[in-house]
């Protein structure tokens, strides 16, 4: 079982616990919605790569999925604002991961990281500081690392060599879904220190209002 697939699983097993409520009231899914797309990745991974052309072919569980629950999310977020944050973060992460590609050595005694850690956690950092939203890391973790795979194999193509791009497979997957949780997951943790350093002691109002927790109006 590859890195991807321990983590949907381990992820799996605690929102069935409970956990992660309020990372999934952000992302606005409920547990069930959680769930479903956890057993719809893990079990489109294990299905055979789909081939567009002879050079591109794209894995159900490791980039259909992901893409379906990026534009859902998306489509949910609240304002246009925070729609246009989502693009723009997921080129910026898109870039990034590219470039940490690109230069990062390829000789196995000279990486530190394996890369994909090291894209995960870029598209995660990345797609927090642009996204600015459990939302918006979310898809700009997914779809940046989507976006660096894409422009690598144009760059390749471009150079003459037929090399062939299966999108969301074999360590592909791993990188999707890694970047995905490290995003959400540092997210939630850059956001609550914030939030507790900004508010110190005192507790929050909050109430429920369009599918998300916000801060209630003091009305005169």
């Known amino acids: 079982m ?16 409970g956990v992660g409520q309020r990372v999934l009231d952000k992302l606005r899914l409920t547990d069930r919605q959680a769930l479903l ?11 055979p790569d789909i081939a567009v052309t002879p050079l591109f072919a794209f894995n159900i569980g490791g980039a259909l999925i992901p893409l379906a629950l ?3 999310l998306w489509i949910k977020a609240g304002t246009a604002k925070e729609r246009a944050r989502c693009i723009a ?3 910026v992460t898109g870039a990034v991961v590219y470039a940490l590609g690109r230069f990062m050595p390829d000789e196995p005694e000279e990486i530190v990281i394996d890369p994909n850690w090291m894209h995960g956690l870029a598209a995660g950092v990345v797609g927090y500081l642009f996204g600015r939203s459990r939302r918006g890391a979310f898809i700009a973790g997914v779809i940046g690392v989507m976006l660096s795979s894409v422009t690598n194999a144009v760059y390749v193509w471009s150079q003459g060599v037929d090399q062939r791009l299966v999108l969301g497979g ?7 879904v890694i970047s995905g949780l490290l995003a959400v997951l540092l997210s939630e943790l850059i956001g609550e220190l914030i939030e507790r350093a900004t508010r110190g ?4 109002a909050l109430e429920f209002k369009d599918g998300d927790f916000v801060r209630k109006e003091h009305r005169k």
């Open 2 to 17: 590859t890195i991807g697939l321990v983590l949907l699983v381990i992820a799996g097993i605690l929102l069935l616990f």
């Open 37 to 47: 797309f956890i057993a719809l990745i893990i079990a489109g991974g294990f299905l």
């Open 70 to 72: 990026c534009v859902y």
């Open 170 to 176: 074999a360590g592909a997957f791993d990188v999707v």
């Open 201 to 204: 002691n005192r507790k929050p």
């Open 89 to 91: 973060a997921a080129l």
